[in-house]
């Protein structure tokens, strides 16, 4: 079975410092990924998102940045956290395009402050 | 430029009636839609799916139901219970230009159902 990982569970930072968090999926292969954040009261938008290793794809512009070094790794940076940053950020991995109608699975998610 | 939307911020209904979520979407290329499930500090759970050609799904207690002429669908609990409390996303998502897709979702803001016992 598939399961996918995202640490850590919650992260208190202070404004300018960097961001690395982490996400990781396993029992698959070649999946779709995808990065969401759920701000206080609002629904989840989509950040972004990876189809192979190396392919990243911005949805909004923003003060983060995505990677992809391995097939199952997605890793979300920011060089410097602004306020607005904080939010609920949420990993997402889906079979990939060749399969259309097909769900995404989620992540436990990180809870960020940012002082 | 909401694309989806859930009108309806909280629903309360008694356990053992029938709750009833609603989702309204302007994108007519959208052509998949969920429905999610998320408790609070967790990632949502996806609980059921429907694609354009069909307006009905059924899983056990969940149905969803898609009336594509009025962009609308809706979610289905019966019977309610307590266990089903937590906040339902729906979502939607389009094919890319060259008819395939890399999934991406548009989510709704969420309604917060509390099934009271």
């Known amino acids: 079975s598939q399961t996918i990982h995202q640490w850590p569970a919650t992260l208190v930072q202070p404004v300018g410092s960097p961001l690395s968090l982490e996400c990781t999926v396993e029992?698959?292969?070649?999946?779709?990924l995808y990065w969401y954040r759920q701000a206080a009261g609002r629904g989840l938008q989509l950040l972004f998102y990876s189809v192979g290793i190396g392919q990243i794809s911005s949805e909004v512009p923003q003060n983060l940045s995505a990677s992809r070094p391995q097939d199952r790794q997605f890793i979300l940076s920011s060089k410097k956290l602004l306020l607005s940053d904080s939010g609920f950020y949420l990993c997402?991995?889906?079979?990939?395009?060749?399969?259309?109608?097909?769900?995404?699975?989620f992540g436990p998610g990180t809870r960020l402050t940012v002082l | 430029d909401q694309q989806v939307k859930q009108n309806s911020p909280s629903l309360s209904v008694q356990e053992g009636r029938i709750s009833i979520l609603n989702c309204d979407y302007t994108?007519?290329?959208?052509?998949?839609f969920l429905w999610y499930k998320k408790y609070p500090a967790e990632g949502p759970t996806f609980l059921i799916s429907?694609?354009?050609?069909?307006d009905k799904n059924e899983d056990g207690r969940f149905t969803v139901f898609l009336n594509k002429s009025a962009k609308h669908l809706s979610l289905h609990i019966v019977p309610s219970q307590p266990g089903d409390s937590a906040v339902y996303f729906c979502?939607?998502?389009?094919?890319?230009?060259?008819?395939?897709?890399?999934?991406?979702?548009?989510f709704g803001q969420g309604t917060i159902l509390t099934v009271h016992p």
């Open positions: 994108n007519s290329m959208f052509d998949y």
């Open positions: 997402a991995w889906r079979k990939t395009l060749a399969d259309y109608y097909n769900e995404q699975f």
């Open positions: 029992g698959t292969s070649n999946p779709n």
């Open positions: 979502a939607a998502s389009a094919p890319n230009a060259g008819g395939t897709s890399y999934g991406k979702l548009t």
């Open positions: 429907i694609s354009s050609i069909k």
